[in-house]
């Protein structure tokens, strides 16, 4: 069983940044994808922003220009590195990651609070 921890999340005012954190209990090198997610109080969760094994990315259109999805295969991490945050942006993020033959896996969550 694959475990995913998030880190990294908190308040922060508009404008201003956080950089989230997901480290897996095993090697990325064989992810077919690794990204987040995220779910606002009465809201679907929906895709923040996915980088495949090639090292490709996809983000929501709410957010391109603002956040960075980068993966660290060494430490089995992927970071989302959030600039320029709006109240708009406050959620549970959520770490997940596709491993080859393995199917999809799920961190826990971590919450950001953008305050105006």
């Known amino acids: 069983q694959v475990q995913l921890v998030e880190s990294g999340g908190g308040l922060v005012q508009a404008g201003g940044s956080l950089r989230l954190s997901c480290t897996a209990s095993?090697?990325?090198?064989?992810?077919?994808?690794m990204g987040w997610f995220r779910q606002a109080p009465g809201k679907q969760r929906e895709l923040v922003a996915a980088i495949f094994r090639g090292g490709s990315t996809n983000y929501a259109d709410s957010v391109k220009g603002r956040f960075t999805i980068s993966k660290d295969n060494a430490e089995n991490r992927v970071y989302l590195q959030m600039n320029s945050l709006k109240p708009e942006d406050t959620a549970v993020y959520y770490c997940?990651?596709?491993?080859?033959?393995?199917?999809?896996?799920w961190g826990q969550g971590t919450q950001v609070t953008v305050s105006s």
């Open positions: 997940t990651a596709d491993f080859y033959c393995r199917g999809r896996y």
């Open positions: 095993e090697s990325i090198f064989s992810i077919n994808d």
